[in-house]
Nanobody
Framework: QVQLVESGGGLVQAGGSLRLSCAAS????????MGWFRQAPGKEREFVAA????????YVADSVKGRFTISRDNAKNMVYLQMNRLKPEDTAVYYC????????????????????WGQGTQVTVSS
């Protein structure tokens, strides 16, 4: 069991940047694959980015490629999402999630593969 808490959301103007953080606690010794998802008002939750336990493999959605970067610091039990050149369409609640794959990374964009979820943090981008 692992608990996840997101932070770092807020209101930013288009073109600006935010860094989201996800703090993990509990069974942090497991080699979790970590992901970021987002859900805009009235929309389905969608995949944003994922990272393997080692950090050696990362994946990002086409909609954010070149603008968003996922990273992690296992010594601090933290996962980050650096968001640059934000657009109004990036407005959403952002969630971090974890799946136990023993260091591997599989089905990284599939929501139901993630066992643990944070409460979400709101990101609002104004035009």
């Amino acid at each position: 069991q692992v608990q996840l808490v997101e932070s770092g959301g807020g209101l930013v103007q288009a073109g600006g940047s935010l860094r989201l953080s996800c703090a993990a606690s509990g069974r942090t010794s497991s080699r979790y694959t970590m992901g970021w998802f987002r859900q805009a008002p009235g929309k389905e939750r969608e995949f944003v980015a994922a990272i393997s336990w080692s950090g050696g493999s990362t994946y990002v959605a086409d909609s954010v490629k070149g603008r968003f970067t996922i990273s992690r610091d296992n010594a601090k039990n933290m996962v980050y999402l650096q968001m640059n050149r934000l657009k109004p369409e990036d407005t959403a609640v952002y969630y971090c999630a974890a799946q136990d794959r023993n260091g591997g990374i599989y089905y990284y964009s599939v929501e139901r593969q993630y066992e643990y979820w944070g409460q979400g943090t709101q990101v609002t981008v104004s035009s």
